[in-house]
């Protein structure tokens, strides 16, 4: 904590005032906010040869040239959109802390809830050396005692200040965030070890939790099969340099995550990390779901409720789309995920469950595809040799065989919701995903019963005997269980059953955007409101086909702008194929006459995919199979 003098108040514009009454007045660096139960400290340092005035108050480090006047920079207009879109981030955390923070447009500003290390040391060079060290599980629990005990060094000059930075200047990209280190030198060693110690006091009292120890799956077979030089190349020096204790597994079998999540210990871990692609990501999801299940002392098959999971999951992409991840992040950069992950920034996402009347298969955490989808999924598998490309290869060959599936879909519709019919894209602090959050909070349990798949809840979607044209739609009341429909919406949710020939029957989850398409199949679809986008393509002919993969690709595109296609936003939906007229027959997902099994084939050993009349679901990339171990 440090005094001003006259000298120093004259310099700056505007005011802030300090509960402290030994601390004075400062100008100019803050306007009108006020720090509360919080010591502030000024003093003059170094930054790249020129002399900086810097103030470290409760949630940020500001600093401004002190030897001229500093001048406003004019910014692209492609900058100021991105700082526009920082500082509605930065509404929500304000409006949490009570201030209303305003600073002079010449200072630099970083909020330490951003930053992840504090070094010092004789040398630049030793600053970075102390960060890059590796950190064992002991040294990481008296990591904040041993370096408070040495604060004051006599050979301390440097003080370096490693933190986040969102690439705002990017043309294309500002979702992307890059490392960056801020170097204050002082020669008093005394100042460096004291601002060393209120830097570590506030991070360690930050209201975000911070991961000490992280458990760490790594896919080497997946997408690009660069998951291993991934995360050494990009993941590994970020996390050493948070000071995050990871413990890393190469996977070496379909399952092993599910399986080690399942089966091991993971009280010593703060959180969960992958690095793979989307059927990675899924597998990790569906271990933790099923974990929580049986610890709860429930049977997997049928459970009572689902449990969320006890441990937070962080998604590093390295596969071939990674919808996921570039959902929840807005980009597919890995150094991007990684610094998410080790700054502790969390985020809701929906999970759906996938059933039988014999209870639960799997979870599927981005997308449902029956047609098209699960024609690409399924016959893929036999071109694992061409790595990525057997998804281009075999979605070009689906894609000209133009293929269309008799169905009958039933979904549950909200017709009441007001919200619902607004088209609003998810994004950061998003209102629509929290109310369904504080919703879920009031809920006394966070998910659903098995009720809606048996034969008497079936039933009352059947349509009337003269409802045979493919659009021909009907409602009729709900009737399933008060835990999958809140009680007091019920009466507004009706079933409406729809039938057609079908190219793709898609269940997007999420928005399921990429790389190659910005927008994804669903633009308007929440990553936690509670529903799941239903997207229905009828079967046309092949100009339209390519009428809708235009529209998916491109930026500007939206393929709810095309006759023969149709979304509905649902909770819940079930599926029948043709000839598929018996209610026994919801034994099997796709509805065809013989059940599910392993990998996309048969009781008879016959592709399911060989059928022209059936094809095979794809959930999160992988084909359904018929059972759990």
Not at 65 to 85: L, P, Y
Not at 348 to 358: K, P, T, Y
Not at 370 to 399: I, N, P, Q
Not at 566 to 594: L, P
């Amino acid at each position: 904590m440090t005094q001003f003098t006259e000298e120093e108040e004259g310099q700056f514009i505007g005011s802030q005032r300090v509960h402290d009454k030994t601390n004075s007045i400062a100008d100019g660096i803050l306007d009108d906010h006020i720090v509360h139960e919080c010591d502030i400290a000024l003093n003059n340092f170094e930054i790249k040869k020129k002399r900086y005035r810097v103030l470290l108050n409760r949630y940020h480090v500001i600093w401004q040239r002190s030897d001229i006047k500093h001048k406003v920079k004019n910014e692209s207009t492609n900058e100021r959109t991105a700082r526009t879109s920082l500082q509605k981030e930065n509404e929500h955390e304000k409006e949490k802390i009570g201030n209303q923070t305003k600073y002079d447009d010449g200072s630099n500003v970083l909020h330490l809830q951003d930053v992840f290390r504090i070094t010092k040391g004789p040398t630049k060079a030793a600053c970075l050396r102390s960060a890059l060290q590796v950190f064992d599980s002991d040294s990481i629990e008296s990591d904040a005692e041993q370096q408070s005990s040495d604060s004051i060094n006599t050979s301390d000059k440097y003080l370096m200040i490693h933190y986040a930075e969102r690439i705002i200047s990017s043309p294309t990209d500002c979702n992307r965030w890059q490392v960056q280190h801020l170097t204050l030198h002082n020669s008093d060693p005394y100042i460096i070890g004291k601002w060393h110690d209120q830097l570590q006091n506030r991070l360690l009292s930050s209201p975000r939790k911070r991961l000490k120890r992280l458990l760490v799956f790594i896919n080497p077979y997946g997408g690009r099969k660069m998951a291993l030089q991934i995360y050494e190349r990009c993941c590994k020096p970020i996390i050493q340099l948070a000071g995050i204790d990871a413990s890393c597994i190469i996977t070496q079998r379909a399952n092993q995550i599910r399986d080690i999540l399942i089966g091991h210990d993971l009280k010593p871990y703060d959180a969960v990390c992958c690095v793979g692609g989307d059927g990675t990501v899924a597998e990790m999801i569906n271990g933790l779901i099923w974990r929580s299940i049986r610890d709860h002392g429930m049977n997997p098959r049928q459970p009572d409720w689902i449990p969320k999971p006890s441990l937070p999951i962080g998604i590093i992409p390295a596969g071939s789309t990674d919808t996921i991840a570039y959902s929840l992040h807005g980009t597919s950069d890995v150094q991007t995920a990684t610094i998410h992950l080790v700054l502790g920034q969390s985020k809701g996402l929906d999970v759906c469950s996938v059933r039988n009347c014999d209870g639960i298969l799997r979870f599927c955490t981005s997308v449902m595809g029956y047609g098209y989808l699960g024609d690409v999924a399924a016959k893929s598998e036999k071109y694992r040799w061409m790595g990525t490309k057997r998804y281009e290869y075999t979605g070009v060959k689906a894609f000209l065989l133009n293929r269309g599936y008799e169905a009958e879909v039933h979904l549950l519709l909200d017709e009441d919701d007001e919200i619902d019919k607004v088209n609003t894209t998810c994004s950061v602090n998003c209102s629509r995903c929290q109310s369904n959050k504080e919703k879920d909070i009031t809920a006394d349990k966070p998910s659903s019963s098995n009720a809606s798949l048996y034969k008497d809840n079936i039933e009352t979607c059947h349509p009337p005997d003269n409802c045979d044209k493919p659009n021909d739609f009907y409602t009729s009341p709900e009737k399933a269980s008060p835990q999958l429909i809140r009680s007091d919406r019920v009466s507004s949710n009706k079933w409406r059953i729809i039938r057609g020939d079908f190219f793709m029957i898609t269940g997007a989850n999420i928005t399921c955007a990429c790389t190659r398409s910005p927008n994804g199949i669903s633009r308007y679809c929440h990553l936690g409101d509670g529903y799941l986008d239903l997207v229905l393509v009828r079967k046309t002919n092949l100009l339209n086909n390519i009428r809708f993969v235009i529209n998916t690709m491109g930026r500007n595109g939206d393929i709810r702008n095309l006759p023969f296609v149709e979304i509905y936003r649902t909770r819940q939906f079930t599926f029948k194929a043709k000839m598929n007229a018996h209610s026994q027959d919801y034994n099997s997902v796709r509805g065809s006459c013989q059940p599910i099994a392993i990998s996309g084939i048969s009781e008879d050993g016959v592709s399911n995919t060989d059928s022209e009349f059936f094809s095979s679901w794809n959930c999160d990339g992988e084909v359904i199979a018929s059972s759990i171990n």
